[in-house]
Nanobody, 117 residues
Framework: QVQLVESGGGLVQYGGSLRLSCVVSGRIFSISDMGWYRQAPGKQRELVARITKGGDTTYAEFMKGRFTISRDNAKSTVYLQMNSLKFEDTAVYYC???????????WGQGTQVTVSP
């Protein structure tokens, strides 16, 4: 059974940093492209960053230079390092796995990030 479990969210001051982690169980990690999405209250879920199984990365335009996505295949974990956090980064952050064999997309339960003054 595939499970994605995020952690690392919390309350952080404006300009601070957080590192989110997402551990994937179910033997799909090494073959899957992984992504981080976020959803703020009253807004649609949006892409933050994506990393392919080969390590190629894509970022939302407004994230560039502040966030870094990475993966550790040995630990079946994808990370999102977030620096210079802004109020508008407040959202629930979700981990996503795109498994190519069956074309299945998996989601984690989300982790709340709140940026305070």
């Amino acid at each position: 059974q595939v499970q994605l479990v995020e952690s690392g969210g919390g309350l952080v001051q404006y300009g601070g940093s957080l590192r989110l982690s997402c551990v994937v169980s179910g033997r799909i990690f090494s073959i899957s492209d992984m992504g981080w999405y976020r959803q703020a209250p009253g807004k649609q879920r949006e892409l933050v960053a994506r990393i392919t199984k080969g390590g190629d990365t894509t970022y939302a335009e407004f994230m560039k230079g502040r966030f870094t996505i990475s993966r550790d295949n040995a630990k079946s974990t994808v990370y999102l390092q977030m620096n210079s956090l802004k109020f508008e980064d407040t959202a629930v952050y979700y981990c996503n796995a795109n498994e190519p064999v069956w074309g299945t997309i998996y989601w984690g339960q989300g982790t709340q990030v709140t940026v305070s003054p």
